[in-house]
T-cell receptor, first 114, second 118 residues
Framework: AQTVTQSQPEMSVQEAETVTLSCTYD???????LFWYKQPPSRQMILVIR??????QNATENRFSVNFQKAAKSFSLKISDSQLGDAAMYFC???????????FGQGTRLTINP | NAGVTQTPKFQVLKTGQSMTLQCAQD?????MSWYRQDPGMGLRLIHY???????DQGEVPNGYNVSRSTTEDFPLRLLSAAPSQTSVYFC?????????????????FGNGTRLTVT
């Protein structure tokens, strides 16, 4: 079974600075997808960014980018120019190709200091 | 477009009581699922369905029942609530089937139900 590990329960960063959230996963599959979800205090689950395992190029969405290291089974999220609205719980998630089930990490609570 | 609608938003139950968490989606998604969120454990899959009449167990199915009589609705039943079921519950849906569908149809989540069992 696949597992996802987020080893940083909490992180904090100064507004306008850059922060990186870590995620590692364990799988024997070669084809899969990885996701980062954001959960603000409203409890809503918001998709931030996604990556296909067969793509070597790291995904980017505006201030959010990932560092995908397939051999190391690592999928970190970098947030540039941090804003107060980025404060939230962030979840890393894994999904097998052709399936819909998501396996989530434990989450990292990100605090933005003004 | 309502998306995924969960009711109620909050619920308090006494041990042994039963209740149903409602989930409805208006996007004609084949796949629907229930997760529970607990501190330090992320979200864990309870049950899922790939279409009307088809359900299957996830990672933590004990104490929960589901049924899928229509494409739109996927209720989660707690037959005899226990304090260990105190959690936040999320319903999520997406299109299913095929490699392209998996990538291009991410899960759409409801806003969650906070359940407390005393």
């Amino acid at each position: 079974a696949q597992t996802v590990t987020q080893s940083q329960p909490e992180m904090s960063v100064q507004e306008a600075e850059t922060v990186t959230l870590s995620c590692t996963y364990d799988t024997s599959e070669s084809d899969y997808y990885l996701f980062w979800y954001k959960q603000p205090p409203s409890r809503q689950m918001i998709l931030v960014i996604r990556q296909e395992a067969y793509k070597q190029q790291n995904a980017t969405e505006n201030r959010f980018s990932v560092n995908f290291q397939k051999a190391a089974k690592s999928f970190s999220l970098k947030i540039s120019d941090s804003q107060l609205g980025d404060a939230a719980m962030y979840f890393c998630a894994y999904r097998s190709a052709g399936a819909q089930k998501l396996v989530f990490g434990q989450g990292t609570r990100l605090t933005i200091n003004p | 477009n309502a998306g995924v609608t969960q009711t109620p938003k909050f619920q308090v139950l006494k041990t042994g009581q039963s209740m149903t968490l409602q989930c409805a989606q208006d996007m004609n998604h084949e796949y629907m699922s229930w997760y529970r969120q607990d501190p330090g454990m992320g979200l864990r899959l309870i049950h899922y369905s790939v279409g009307a009449g088809i359900t299957d167990q996830g990672e933590v199915p004990n104490g929960y029942n589901v049924s899928r009589s229509t494409t739109e609705d996927f209720p989660l039943r707690l037959l005899s609530a226990a304090p260990s079921q105190t959690s936040v519950y999320f319903c999520a849906s997406s299109y299913s089937g095929g490699r392209t569908s998996s990538y291009n149809s991410p899960l759409h989540f409801g806003n969650g139900t906070r359940l407390t069992v005393t």
